[in-house]
């Protein structure tokens, strides 16, 4: 019998979709008129009416739990010993979604001494072998074991519901690399936490399914488990009975005495006047129309596009308060000890304040900003108070309100940082796209294409309500290390970026201006050159006509092939001048360079504001790893070693009315943390003894004394450390060093071999990644890494790279921040002038006040040395200069 011509049999684990939709609605939005919650009843059945019209099912069941305990209990007691106590809110949801359930003419069915996934586990498999198509609908991983080609498991995401994985056989495959009979013994090695059933130490999901493929079975691997090396080789004859007790207890079951069976579940009418009666008490109006819908034949699908009915609070209606009714306004809700309140900034078509949205959880107001006015005295007071405040991209709202005269403080909460903490690859931090993803709202908005917005778009009190509630949301999401991190390092930032911006650092427009001219005469002339080799001339910025030039004309090797051609990109470039050298490409290159510099400098002539300051932008969301971005003008791309980025750094100074800038940096910052995540005991006294990292770490690799590293050595050892952390291959340092690969390979091998607490942390951390899905820097920020387990090479191979470095870097990130923050609060307590201008890599440069340099310098020294405690001092030089160039160290 075809698929087509097959009846569908469609069976729902209740309690597991149940809990799901309680966690995915909010609680408080749905609430009867006698108090009840039925969160868990809207989304069940909302999700169920879904099911109804995809996957047209002809016989129907949803099996339910009768309790917490069953057989599996009465074996081992600790079986989901670590569930916690049903929410009470979702207590008397299921009797009430049973009857509802029961109106709509579903059968529901239940098992003392079993759980839903046997009853599932047993329909599922005597429809299989009666001839139906049968769908399981679970939220439970230990239904993967019941597909077949018969079975196909529907899957709900984390985020609810409404978003269903389809698991076939082929699927399984895919995702987990074993057919589905075999993804229990997969979960029986490695442990399930949420059944409370523990798996054998240091056993993953990786080890676990190279084992299965191995052997082909858990029983296979226990009889050869003498036969496997290594630390899990001893965990696993160790602690094996974990994986036997683990099987017994995941195995469902497939054969419990049920009272219907498959062609005694199809489908039955719906008592219209039942689920009348019912959805009433439960106040379900628009679910209502739904099943009434599909009662007299229209269908599930005959169900609006958007529910009618809202899926969280109603907004409270605006008010317009200012003078006395706005200082009452924030006397109730908005004091230091109460619980935060929203805020939300109206931009006028220049950027400025036009007016401020405030809200509580039940109330909201528009404030009118009028600058000049008397009357907003008790709104400038609860501003700049330590009354707790929620802001969407707190940074633009506090630069604004400065330039107005506000200054805003008490800030706990933005989602946009802490959207950016959970997800840090995420590219929209758009406030309606986060009340979307985490409240599963539509925010009103604007319709972008009208000319006159309409009424019923939202304004800036209606930002500042669901700032607050998706802030909470927010939180709730983020783990307890990402909490600290958002609340101790990341909100108190936004004041001092901000400030940051604000100051922007004096320019020499008038250098810049000749650095740039001369520039392009550079370039000029070069390119005259270029054009003598060749005996023409033509566009050396078109990758059309230099692959003509290069390819054709001078007959050279062809490089990269591309879709547009054969690569004409810096590096591809220097790799053929590298091996086939030649004039023309000499001079390309060249005039690269002196164009490339030339268009940093204009951009920087640019930014140039009428009182000679340039401001740049910090991005704190801009990059994944936790380091802060430079933007508008970007002051992190200006080159640092060659003359003409000598000069460009000449052109930052000191204002008018101070006396220099103190430039401090971080030395060898990422090599420092290496050291102290890996504990190796030769890098850390490389540290300890303030000996020059490389040449100490070159005698140890070459066997010489420290004074015989040649600069060559050294120039290898520091390629090689700074690579290792990135996942540079041996193919790739040969490349960078311009060695034989072999060589390269030694070199790593040398390297290992003096240094193996290295190598342990650097094998240790990626796999460790691949366990949780995610890496921690010291201070608890978390980098997901979802690709390390993805069936693309290319995408897992990135993912290892990236997740290498992740604690490195983002840790470097936290550092610098934690050392930014201290730097500004002890100058503010010592009521200095002096001010933070920049942060570039690891560097700080301040503008120092008239006789307040060597207190600046003592405050900075201290704070970033501080900063954290590490295995190995943090080192930092510190310089003082006219300029950024002159106080370079």
Not at 228 to 256: C, H
């Given at each position: 019998m ?16 149940a ?68 929410p ?42 009666e ?48 057919e ?18 523990i ?5 993953g ?50 054969d419990?005495?049920?009272?219907v069976?498959?062609?005694d579940?199809e ?25 009434t ?21 109603t ?15 924030l006397?109730t809700y ?27 959880p039940?109330?909201?107001?528009y404030v ?18 330590d ?43 758009a ?64 004041r001092?970026?901000?400030d ?30 270029a ?7 033509v ?28 690569s004409?990109d ?41 009182e ?17 971005s ?22 930052f ?7 220099t ?54 120039t290898?050892?520091k ?28 070199l ?17 951390v990626?796999e ?7 890496t ?14 993805s ?49 570039v ?47 370079a160290?």
């Amino acid at each position: 019998m075809s698929d087509a011509a097959k009846p569908t049999l469609l069976v729902i684990d209740g309690h597991s979709l149940a809990f799901r939709a309680f966690y995915a609605l909010p609680i408080d939005s749905f609430v009867n008129r006698e108090g009840q919650h039925t969160n868990a009843i809207h989304g069940f059945i909302s999700m169920l009416l879904n099911l109804l019209k995809n996957e047209k099912p002809t016989h129907l069941a949803v099996a339910f739990d009768i309790s917490r305990y069953s057989f599996r209990t009465r074996e081992y007691p600790e079986y989901k010993g670590t569930r916690s106590e049903t929410p009470p809110e979702f207590v008397g949801q299921i009797p009430l979604l049973e009857e509802a359930l029961h109106a709509m003419g579903i059968t529901t069915i239940t098992k003392e001494d079993f759980e839903a996934d046997d009853i599932l586990a047993t329909l599922a498999s005597r429809g299989s072998a009666e001839g139906f198509k049968v769908f399981v609908v679970s939220g439970d991983r230990d239904a993967i074991q019941m597909v077949n080609d018969d079975v196909t498991l529907l899957y709900p995401s984390a985020r609810g519901v409404t978003d269903l994985t389809r698991y076939d056989r082929d699927k399984v495959f895919e995702r987990y690399g074993i057919e589905p009979p075999q993804y229990p013994e997969i979960a029986a090695l490695v442990g399930e936490t949420s059944d409370n059933l523990i798996g054998i130490d240091k056993v993953g999901e990786k080890t676990a399914v190279k084992w299965i493929t191995q052997f082909g079975s858990l029983d296979a691997i226990i009889e050869h488990r003498d036969e496997i090396k290594g630390v899990v080789g001893d965990k696993l004859r160790e602690q094996y009975d974990r994986a036997v007790r683990n099987r017994k207890l995941n195995r469902l079951v497939t054969d419990v005495e049920l009272p219907v069976g498959p062609t005694d579940l199809e489908r039955r009418p719906i008592d219209v006047p039942a689920v009348r009666e019912v959805f009433d008490r439960l106040q379900f109006r628009t679910l209502l129309e739904r099943v009434t819908a599909l009662a007299e034949g229209g269908g599930a699908s005959a169900a609006p596009a958007a529910p009618a009915e809202p899926t969280g609070p109603t907004a409270p209606v605006v008010r317009t308060l200012i003078d006395e009714e706005l200082a009452h306004w924030l006397r109730t809700y908005a004091a230091a000890d109460k619980a935060p309140v929203g805020v939300a900034v109206e931009y006028g078509a220049d950027g400025r304040v036009t007016g401020l949205g405030i809200a509580a959880p039940g109330d909201s107001v528009y404030v009118p900003w009028a600058a000049g006015r008397g009357d907003y005295v008790a709104l400038e007071e609860w501003l700049d108070a330590d009354s707790p405040k929620v802001v969407h991209d707190a940074k633009r709202a506090y630069k604004a309100l400065k330039t107005v005269g506000l200054t805003l403080t008490g800030l706990v909460g933005d989602p946009r940082i802490a959207a950016w903490l959970l997800r840090p690859g995420r590219t929209s931090f758009a406030l309606g796209d986060l009340v979307y993803e985490h409240l599963g709202e539509r925010m009103p908005e604007a319709d972008p294409n009208q000319l006159v917005p309409s009424d019923d778009a939202g304004g800036p009190a209606l930002e500042a309500w669901y700032s607050l509630r998706v802030s909470d949301a927010l939180a709730e999401a983020l783990d307890e290390g990402s909490r600290k991190v958002l609340l101790d390092i990341e909100l108190p930032l936004v004041r001092v970026l901000g400030d940051m911006e604000l100051t922007g650092v004096a320019t020499d427009q008038p250098a810049l201006r000749g650095l740039s001219a001369r520039l392009g005469d550079t370039a000029a002339a070069i390119a005259a050159q270029a054009f003598e080799v060749i005996g023409r001339e033509v566009n050396l910025g078109s990758p059309k006509q230099l692959q003509e030039v290069l390819f054709e004309q001078l007959d050279m090797p062809k490089t990269r092939a591309m879709k547009t051609g054969y690569s004409t990109d810096a590096g591809s470039l220097a790799d053929l001048q590298d091996k086939h050298p030649h004039p023309f490409l000499d001079l390309l290159l060249t005039h690269r360079d002196a164009t490339k510099l030339r268009q940093i400098i204009e951009t920087l002539d640019r930014a140039v504001d009428p009182e000679g300051r340039i401001h740049t932008t910090y991005d704190q969301t801009g990059t994944t790893t936790g380091r802060i971005s430079s933007i508008d003008p970007n002051l992190q791309n200006i080159p640092v070693k060659t003359e003409v980025g000598h000069e460009i750094r000449a052109a930052f100074q000191h204002g008018r009315d101070y006396e220099t800038l103190l430039t401090a940096d971080y030395s060898q910052i990422e090599m420092r943390i290496m050291a102290h995540l890996s504990g190796d005991p030769g890098l850390i006294e490389a540290f300890n003894v303030g000996e020059d990292l490389h040449r100490f770490v070159g005698a140890r690799i070459f066997g010489v004394e420290p004074a015989d590293v040649s600069p060559i050595m050294r120039t290898k050892v520091k390629a090689m450390s700074y690579g290792l952390a990135y996942g540079l291959s041996p193919f790739g340092l040969s490349k960078q060093l311009r060695i034989e690969t072999a060589e390269a390979r030694q070199l790593m091998t040398d390297y290992f071999s003096r240094f193996g607490a290295v190598r342990d942390y650097l094998r240790a951390v990626v796999e460790q990644a691949r366990e949780d899905g995610y890496t921690e820097t010291i201070f608890g920020r978390r980098r997901p890494f979802a690709d390390l387990t993805s069936s693309n090479r290319v995408l897992r191979e990135n993912a290892e790279r990236a997740a290498l470095n992740a604690p490195i870097q983002g840790s470097a990130a936290d550092i610098m921040k934690i050392a930014m923050l201290g730097v500004r609060q002890d100058v503010d307590a010592a009521e200095m002038q002096s001010r933070v201008l920049l942060q570039v890599h690891d560097e700080l440069i301040v503008e120092v006040a008239g006789g307040e340099a060597d207190a600046v310098e003592e405050i900075v020294r201290r704070r970033m040395g501080s900063a954290a405690e590490l295995r190995v001092p943090l080192d930092v030089s510190v310089g003082r200069g006219e300029s950024w160039d002159a106080a370079a160290h």
